[in-house]
C-alpha cells in the first residue's frame, strides 16, 4: 500500500497570504489527523477528520480550518498567515478503529517571511 | 487537559540499554503510544500499551502503570540508527478522544 502523501513538500509564503496543504491518506483509512510541529511546541493537535466530518479540534485560531473529501483525502488551510505560522505541517491517517495507530506523511515545511 | 512529561534528551552508547520516562497528568485516556521520528522525517508508530503492563517488540518495549500516571520506552541493544526522536503520547478520553503528543525525546547513540 502506498504511504501518506503531502502536497506540496515545502512553501515560503509571505505574511497575510494564505495557505492550502493536501494530504491523501493510507487507501482505506478513513480518520486523518493534522498536527503542526516547532521546535518549541512539539507536535500539536490541529484536527481529525473521519468520513468527511471534523471529530475534533485543538487550540488553533479560527485561521487554520480544514475539511475532507468522499475519497478520505484531506486539505487544511491557513488564512491571513502569521510568522509563528512557520513550521512542519504532518498529516497522519489511521484506519478507525486503532486510532492510537497513526501513520504519518512526510509533511509540508512552510516557511513564512 | 492533559500534559506528558518526557526529558529532553538522553545520551547512550551502542549496545547499551535505554530507558524514557514519560509521565502525564490526564483526566483520563485510552492507552499510551510511542513514535520514532528521525531528523527530517516524518514519526512512525512504535508501540501502544493499552493496559498497564509490559509490552514487547523486538527490541523495543514499553510499559504503562495508570496508578502511577506512568510509562516508559525500553530500547535494548542500541545502535547508531537508534538515534531519533521519541514521543509518548494519549489518547484522551471524551473531547473526540484527540491524540496529545509529549515534547519528545532526542536521544543521541554513540559509538
Known amino acids: 500500500k502506498a504511504g501518506v502523501t503531502q502536497t506540496p513538500r515545502y512553501l515560503i509564503k509571505t505574511r497575510g497570504q494564505q495557505v492550502t496543504l493536501s494530504c491523501s491518506p493510507i487507501s482505506g483509512h478513513r480518520s486523518v489527523s493534522w498536527y503542526q510541529q516547532t521546535p518549541g511546541q512539539g507536535l500539536q493537535f490541529l484536527f481529525e477528520y473521519f468520513s468527511e466530518t471534523q471529530r475534533n479540534k485543538g487550540n488553533f485560531p479560527g485561521r487554520f480550518s480544514g475539511r475532507q473529501f468522499s475519497n478520505s483525502r484531506s486539505e487544511m488551510n491557513v488564512s491571513t498567515l502569521e510568522l509563528g505560522d512557520s513550521a512542519l505541517y504532518l498529516c497522519?491517517?489511521?484506519?478507525?478503529?486503532?486510532?492510537?495507530?497513526?501513520?504519518f506523511g512526510p509533511g509540508t515545511r512552510l516557511t513564512v517571511t | 487537559g492533559q500534559s506528558l512529561e518526557q526529558p529532553s534528551e538522553v545520551t547512550a552508547v551502542e549496545g547499551a540499554i535505554v530507558q524514557i520516562n514519560c509521565t502525564y497528568q490526564t483526566s483520563g485516556f485510552y492507552g499510551l503510544s510511542w513514535y520514532q521520528q528521525h531528523d527530517g522525517g516524518a514519526p512512525t508508530f512504535l508501540s501502544y500499551?493499552?493496559?498497564?503492563g509490559l509490552e514487547e517488540t523486538g527490541r523495543f518495549s514499553s510499559f504503562l502503570s495508570r496508578s502511577d500516571s506512568y510509562g516508559y520506552l525500553l530500547l535494548q541493544e542500541l545502535q547508531m540508527k537508534d538515534s531519533a526522536s521519541y514521543f509518548c503520547?494519549?489518547?484522551?478520553?471524551?473531547?473526540?478522544?484527540?491524540?496529545?503528543f509529549g515534547q519528545g525525546t532526542e536521544l543521541s547513540v554513540k559509538p
Open positions: 500499551n493499552g493496559l498497564d
Open positions: 503520547a494519549v489518547r484522551e478520553q471524551g473531547q473526540g478522544g484527540k491524540l496529545i
Open positions: 497522519a491517517s489511521s484506519s478507525g478503529l486503532a486510532r492510537y495507530e497513526q501513520y
